[in-house]
């Protein structure tokens, strides 16, 4: 055995041709050690660098990297499962904000957040100066009712006996018409209100649903204006039945086919149990789509019999989608490049072929493809990125060493 040959040493123009390496290759060669990661191996048992055969790529038998993928098989697909974005708000159509119809001071509050109350109850109670002056309004109109009706029964009584003529009499039924028709706007106003005729500028805020109050933005004392109400005001109380909720939905254009009044969905609330089965259906569509988000307003309605459901809970709306064939595979499973979809179909244990797919339906965890992928084949979920990556180094390694013949 030549012991020389054994210690021998790589020669300057080894050495310089290590260093003047390819870039592609020594890339490849950069990637491999980082995955396989650091060694104090002797050389030989570096992993040989995987290989190009065709569209396939092909490892050594036992090759570390085969550990780090894993693949699932593709499945035959009739129907999906889609999982929404969604919110839980109040029924609008059970549901009253509360503004003051007059300017006022509160001087009590006869209801707070959580309090059970049914149609005409006061909620809080108001001085209000203006609601005085519309009482007094009321009270002079009546009188001038009474009077002129009083007046109408003499001027009758006189034309029978041919005192006064018919002239007198028809002005006085009409002075008796308006007064009457005056008490009449004027009565109707503070009864609106919930006012009992007497004029005492006691304003009762109520409401006129039942329900429970879910929202109170006033405190004693606090000085109350009509101006304060509208959109973007907070409201006096908010009232609402919160035994149907209603659910925002935000659908994706391609979930615009499977959603119409009347779709069941599936509620699921991720800070309620999971074996609480909440279903509900869709009551309205939106006709267009929000151009921020490109998203379609969805509303559902759902039934909250035990109110263990709150408005403005965070919960996802599953519902069922039809397709016509295909073949469901993980959405992990596929990358782009060029603006075209790819996916790696596993051969073998050591084989790798990227495929051009296509396809059908295309969601957040799961994909329809049409052509590409045959149901039953495995196709790779984990470290695809890494992997395109890898046939992309392998190609341009061996489109290299192909110049160099």
């Known amino acids: 055995m030549d012991l020389a040959n054994q210690t021998r040493k790589p020669s300057l123009s080894e050495a310089l041709g290590l260093m003047t390496m390819k870039p592609v290759a020594l890339c490849l060669s950069l990637l491999i050690f980082l995955v396989t ?3 104090d191996k ?5 992993p040989q ?3 190009i055969e065709g569209s396939r790529l092909r490892f050594a038998a036992n090759h570390p990297q085969l550990a780090s993928l894993s693949a699932t098989v593709a499945l035959p697909v009739d129907g999906i499962s889609v999982d929404l ?4 708000i109040w029924n609008e159509e059970r549901t009253q904000r509360i503004y003051p119809a007059f300017a006022g001071r509160v001087t009590a509050i006869r209801a707070d957040v959580g309090q059970q109350v049914r149609v005409g109850s006061a909620l809080a109670l108001l001085a209000s100066p203006e609601f005085g002056q519309a009482q007094a309004d009321a009270a002079k109109s009546s009188a001038e009712e009474r009077r002129t009706q009083r007046n109408l029964e003499r001027q009758r009584e006189l034309f029978e006996v041919g005192i006064v003529s018919r002239k007198d009499l028809e002005q006085a039924e009409s002075e008796a018409a308006q007064s009457r028709a005056e008490a009449a706007r004027a009565a109707g106003k503070i009864n609106l209100y919930g006012s009992s005729g007497a004029v005492n500028q006691q ?6 649903i039942s329900g429970i109050v879910v929202e109170r933005n006033l405190n004693p004392g606090q000085e109350l204006r009509p101006d304060q109400s509208g959109p973007g005001m907070p409201p006096a109380f908010v009232v609402s039945d919160p035994s149907t909720l209603w659910v925002q939905i935000d659908a994706r254009e391609s979930e615009a086919d499977a959603l119409a009044i009347g779709t069941p969905f599936q509620l699921l609330v991720p800070s309620l149990p999971k074996a609480l089965d909440i279903t509900g259906k869709v009551v309205a569509v939106s006709d267009f789509i929000d151009p921020t988000t490109r998203s ?9 019999p035990d109110k263990i459901l709150k408005a403005e809970m965070l919960a996802s709306a599953r519902i069922e989608r039809q397709m016509e064939g295909g073949t469901l595979i993980p959405a992990s499973a596929i990358f782009q490049k060029d603006g075209k979809h790819f996916a790696f179909v596993q051969t073998d244990a050591q084989s790798f072929e990227r495929r051009e797919i296509e ?3 295309e969601g957040p965890k799961q994909i329809v493809v049409s052509a590409g992928v045959a149901v039953g084949e495995k196709v790779v979920v ?9 046939f992309q180094l392998s190609t341009e390694a061996q489109k290299v060493a192909a110049d160099k013949k």
């Open 42 to 46: 002797p050389a030989a048992d570096t």
């Open 85 to 88: 974005p969604a919110k839980l």
């Open 359 to 361: 396809l059908s339906y």
């Open 296 to 304: 379609i307003k969805v509303r559902g309605l759902v039934k909250n």
């Open 203 to 208: 304003l009762a805020i109520s409401s006129t």
């Open 49 to 51: 660098a995987p290989k």
């Open 37 to 39: 990661g650091c060694s």
């Open 382 to 390: 984990e470290n695809v990125l890494l992997l395109a990556r890898l």
